[in-house]
């Protein structure tokens, strides 16, 4: 099938009657239709997605507040932001060591338990799959763990704490400097089984059994060495999507962090990135700042990707 | 053979040990366990009466369970200064013309983009995948430039528009219909002279029907999930979401209608997963990216 499509796909290709460029109209021409199929996504896309990124990267280097027209300022912001803003440094910072927490775990955990869910009975399999998906699309339950650890004896871990005599007075978990990161990581690997989980729930369910029986066959002993050498070799376009959308996602905890500690966070704590972007962009109208602090956010998320998917890329070559 | 009266022994599956299975059951167990606790405890809190809820030691069941706590919900809505019905309506009219315009544009462009040949389709594909390597905070800022450029802030268009070109959609469908529509199917009702829109229509929607189904329910609960949005400020244009956490930043006498709050709003997704879960895991098996 695959070679078929190869040869419908190189017919046109080589023809040598014709230039690249005068082929390349004539079938922009031929498949008109096409583009009108896909202008209406398209056309939003450029308006919502592609021009916002550009236009972040060219007003990074002005001062702007919707008001005035933008001035040009080369890297001023860019400098002032690495060398004049130590918050800045400590949202870099914080930003850094929660999505390399976050970004890593919650793509592992993702992956084993699919593994381990794939190992059930279907019926069970649809039933765990739910109780481990659940809390990433259950709206703002993430909330209820503000009452689970809540400061005053009637959260259930004070409570549980104080009754079995371990601590003397509540512990201000979302306020104890301590202990906010620790809790923000945990409540966001709790609610980070989302996409990329199914995808790899997905991914266990159709590698084709008759590999398992030949790699016994050559002389897989255990389910460990099956996963390795069989499972995840095949699995890798869904490995691929998975740590792009983990990666993404551990990004992505700013609305979380702010509705669990505050924003600001108590001494800047849990500040990150997104927190002094919307400081910034949402409260003080300094556009021009704000876009650069987007711009290097952009970057940081586009190259953690690049780079784990190429490391991917070598798994099993 | 002298088995042959015997019920069939159950072999062990290939590569299985006894000990790894008791092992894997245990793990999930344990973990699935950790994970259902807050859910339960949200359902358990919110149909506890108030001297329930500041009891000591705290229990994480409920003995005594009310349904106050809803009917405190209701009361508080019935507060609100802009009618609440007019939050629920928004919400709803939201989800709907969002996720209706959302399925069409992106299966549509999937569909060129996974069976026409045009010069320029893995470029463009190229770019979907770049962007899902990137979130909303970082366009936010000048999304607002672009908007008030084109006069959408403060209205339903903001929500709406933007709702209508989810990238994850399109590659999700892109990838799905590629491997399910046969391109002999659509070959031939080529050849009969039937046109792109029309075959479109015709004869690869009703082939992809998880993945549309898949589509739905991923933009609605996106848009059902929203709360504040940067670029809405009237009230009456707010959501659902956004109204409900206003009420019950009230404090601790609210604390009872917060969990009630939290279980109704996360009651609807789980109840469309569970009835989807079968059509959402098939899309997602062919998801992958290839390299």
């Not at chain 1, 993404?248 to 600001?264: C, E, K, N, Q, R």
């Not at chain 2, 229509?201 to 609605?220: D, E, H, R």
């Not at chain 2, 009230?235 to 956004?242: A, G, R, S």
């Amino acid at each position: 099938m695959s070679a078929n499509a190869a040869v419908q796909d190189n017919k046109p290709v080589v023809r040598k009657d014709i230039s690249k460029f005068s082929w390349t109209i004539k079938e922009i021409k031929k498949n008109k239709v096409a583009y009108a199929m896909i202008a209406p996504f398209f056309i939003l896309f450029f308006v919502f997605t592609v021009v916002p990124v550009l236009l972040s990267v060219v007003i990074s280097f002005t001062t702007f507040n919707m008001l005035e027209w933008p001035k040009f300022v080369g890297m001023d912001n860019y400098i002032r932001l690495l060398l004049d803003d130590e918050i800045f440094l400590i949202a870099i910072k914080n930003t850094l060591v929660f999505a390399a927490i976050t970004g890593p775990l919650s793509y592992l955990l993702s992956m084993f338990f699919a593994w381990f869910i794939n190992e059930l009975r279907p019926k069970i399999r649809a039933f765990v799959t739910l109780i481990f998906y659940a809390p990433s699309i259950a709206g703002n339950a993430y909330l209820i763990w503000t009452i689970l650890f809540s400061s005053d004896q009637y959260g259930l871990i004070n409570g549980l704490l104080l009754d079995l005599g371990i601590i003397n007075s509540p512990i201000l978990f979302f306020q104890d400097k301590n202990f906010i990161m620790p809790l923000i990581i945990v409540i966001a690997l709790w609610s980070s089984l989302g996409t990329s989980f199914l995808t790899f729930i997905a991914g266990f369910q159709v590698v084709d059994k008759t590999l398992y029986e030949a790699g016994a066959v050559d002389g897989i002993k255990n389910r460990w060495q099956e996963l390795w050498f069989i499972t995840l070799p095949t699995m890798r376009p869904q490995m691929m999507l998975g740590a792009i959308l983990s990666i993404t996602g551990s990004f992505g905890f700013g609305d979380i962090i702010s509705a669990l500690v505050g924003f600001p966070s108590p001494d800047y704590v849990a500040h990150t990135i997104m927190h002094h972007l919307q400081d910034f962009g949402g409260m003080r109208f300094e556009l021009g700042y704000s876009s650069a602090i987007a711009t290097i956010l952009f970057f940081m998320m586009v190259g953690a990707n690049l780079m784990v998917t190429r490391l991917i890329r070598k798994v099993g070559t | 053979m002298a088995s042959y009266n015997k019920p069939a022994k159950r072999y062990r599956a290939l590569n299985r040990s006894l000990g790894g299975d008791i092992g894997v059951y245990i793990v999930l167990a344990i973990i699935g366990t950790i994970m259902v606790i807050p859910l339960v405890y949200a359902i358990a809190q919110s149909l506890k009466p108030l001297d329930e809820l500041f009891i000591f030691p705290p229990r994480l069941f409920v003995v005594n369970p009310t349904h106050k706590n809803f009917g405190d919900l209701f009361r508080l809505m019935g507060t609100s200064w802009v009618p609440f019905s007019r939050y629920i309506f928004n919400t709803l009219f939201y989800s709907v013309t969002g996720t209706i315009g959302n399925v069409l544009l992106s299966s549509m462009a999937a569909y060129a983009m996974s069976k026409i040949k045009f010069p320029g389709r893995s470029f463009l594909f190229q770019m979907i995948v770049y962007s899902l390597m990137f979130n909303a905070t970082v366009t936010g800022i000048t999304n607002f430039i672009t908007m008030s450029a084109l006069g959408m802030v403060d209205t339903i268009f903001a929500i709406i528009i933007p709702a209508w070109c989810t990238t994850f959609g399109l590659y999700l469908m892109k990838q799905f219909m590629e491997s399910s529509v046969p391109d002999e199917v659509l070959e031939s009702a080529r050849l009969e002279g039937a046109g792109e829109f029309r075959i479109f229509i015709k004869i690869a929607m009703p082939m992809v029907k998880p993945a549309w189904i898949t589509l739905i329910i991923f933009a609605f609960n996106g848009l059902w999930n929203q709360g504040a949005n940067m670029f809405i400020y009237s009230e009456q244009l707010k959501t659902f979401n956004y109204a409900i956490g206003q009420i019950l930043a009230g404090g601790i006498a609210r604390s009872g209608a917060a969990a009630a709050s939290t279980v109704v709003t996360m009651i609807v997704p789980i109840i469309v997963f569970i009835i989807t879960q079968s059509n959402i895991i098939q899309t997602m098996s062919t998801s992958g990216m290839k390299d």
